[in-house]
């Protein structure tokens, strides 16, 4: 595991053994900070990115989401969605919690995100990529988007209701024109 920071943020980078470095960890840091900071992310706070293959995104689709098959990203946040500012299609609930005590200065855990590297460079080579599904378009693009969406995921956004789902791709589009 490496550790990067980018100030208020540090991005904790765990690529297993023989995943293909599509992007160096410090372009995928960045994404992951573009994100926290598009999001509202309370700071300072850490974020885990597990870079790995269809084999162990199968395993953990059917431990936590009940499916079965590999995916491309899943998040697994620790706050809940009212500690995130209200955006697009969600609205504030009855305030803010308070996020976990910490030390004076401690970083806030926000989650982990598990990408499989895999099934990014497939989707892109085989023009399944981008947020229709229907994208042919670089590995390097399909990964920056599959990070992107997993850190909103992170931070309380969701694509289940069509109205947050036209807000959250909607900001994972300008996110990415900047990268």
């Not at 540090?10 to 840091?29: F, H, I, N, Y």
């Not at 309370?42 to 790995?52: E, H, K, M, N, Q």
């Not at 697009?88 to 030390?103: E, Q, S, T």
């Not at 969406?149 to 309380?156: F, I, K, S």
């Amino acid at each position: 595991m490496r550790s990067l920071y980018l100030p208020p943020w540090r991005v904790d980078m765990d690529r297993r053994t023989g995943m293909p470095r599509v992007l160096p960890d410090t372009s995928l840091a960045r994404v992951v900070s573009a994100a926290l900071t598009a999001a509202g992310a309370p700071s300072p706070a850490s974020v885990g990115v597990r870079l790995t293959n269809d084999r162990d995104l199968a395993a953990l689709n059917a431990e936590h989401m009940g499916e079965s098959g590999p995916t491309d990203v899943l998040s697994f946040p620790i706050l809940p969605p009212d500690a995130f500012p209200p955006h697009p299609g969600r609205a504030r609930g009855r305030g803010k919690p308070a996020a976990f005590p910490l030390p004076p200065g401690a970083r806030q855990p926000l989650g982990d995100i598990v990408v499989s590297v895999e099934r990014a460079l497939a989707q892109a080579a085989e023009g399944r990529g981008g947020q229709t599904g229907d994208v042919r378009w670089s590995p390097a693009d399909e990964l920056r988007l599959l990070v992107t969406h997993g850190v909103l995921h992170l931070c309380g956004w969701d694509h289940a209701a069509s109205a947050e789902e036209a807000g959250m791709r909607a900001l994972e589009r300008r996110l990415l024109a900047r990268l």
